[in-house]
């Protein structure tokens, strides 16, 4: 009896749909991409219904942790964060930066730290910097400094938007004494950073 | 077209030398993965939701000389909510002092805050509310109320110092 043949088939497949698929993604990926930045402060926003973006740049943002402590931070874009350091050491000339300690303030995130630890704080290894404990920018009505923090950044790039990135248990004392600052410099309209949340009005729509 | 169609013929017959036709498939195995690999890569980093934002308006920050020259909140339309401790929330109608009605307790939901919201909203015409939030209630308090504002859509709020007669208020509540 002879034996049933099988046609033998061949194993390999075309891979060219494959690699279209992956660089299509790939490209969409790299084009739209934005990184993560490097902050270890997690802050959890409350939600709202508001619906307005962010900017990417020309933000100056004041994040306040659920612990209330204050951080300051400042996009770079036209070297914002040099001219803002130069600024700085201006007005307080015991404070003289070295280029490696300027670099690192323009590559960190968050800054969080009173004025007189700051060239310290610059001064760390990277990795040290990331374990460094910040006390938070100090608000009290004595001595307040992020009302410094925010003149000079708003002096360094005058277009400047300011937000409030506040974590859902940051108590409303430290809240109040940042817009209290805000107000005292002139800053009446700000953005508070905020998790999307669905419109109870438009869901009754649908 | 057809001249170039001919030069192909010719070429083939050039080539009858016998030299190996090579295949012209090659393994794109290695290449899908480096595309895969650097698609995680990106899938990963990427950050896709830009954070939305609220956005307020405070008034400016002037000395007022006379007492006299702060507005005057009609007490019929007025509506304060109180924000305390523990995501506690009071509202009453009227002045502190003698309120028309409440402090009544309620809670941040639908059913609670937004509920009296939108009746006081509809019955009164220009309805201002004042908004006191206390030195021991969080963020997410005076977010969640300035949102209930959008919902409700009402247009006259305003965040006011808490005073110690509020607090007095609410202590027994």
Known sequence: MPKV??????TTIDMTAMVDVSFLLLTFFMLTTQFKSDDSLIVDTPSSISEIKLPD?????ITVDAAGKVFFSIDNKNFTRERLLAKISEKHPELQFTAEEEKAFVLSGSIGVPLKELKGYLGLEPEDRKMYDQSGIPVDSAKNELGDWIMQGRISNPGVRITINGDQRAPWSVIKKVMDTLQDKNVNKFNL????????NKLKGI | MAELAQQDSGHKKGKKKGRKKMSTKIDLTPM???????VTFFM??????KPQTMEINLPVKEPIEKPEDEPGVKASKSLTIIMGEDNKLFWYMGVTTDPLEGPIGTDYTSEGIRKVLLEKNATIDGLIVLIKPADKSVYKNVVDILDEMNISNIQRYALVEITPEDMDLIKNL
């Open chain 2, 32 to 38: 899908v993965d480096l595309g895969f690999l650097l």
């Open chain 1, 57 to 61: 740049t020309d933000i100056l943002n």
């Open chain 1, 5 to 10: 043949k099988i046609p033998r088939k061949s």
């Open chain 2, 44 to 49: 990963l980093t990427t950050t896709f939701s």
């Open chain 1, 193 to 200: 950073i905020t998790d999307l949340e669905a419109d109870p």
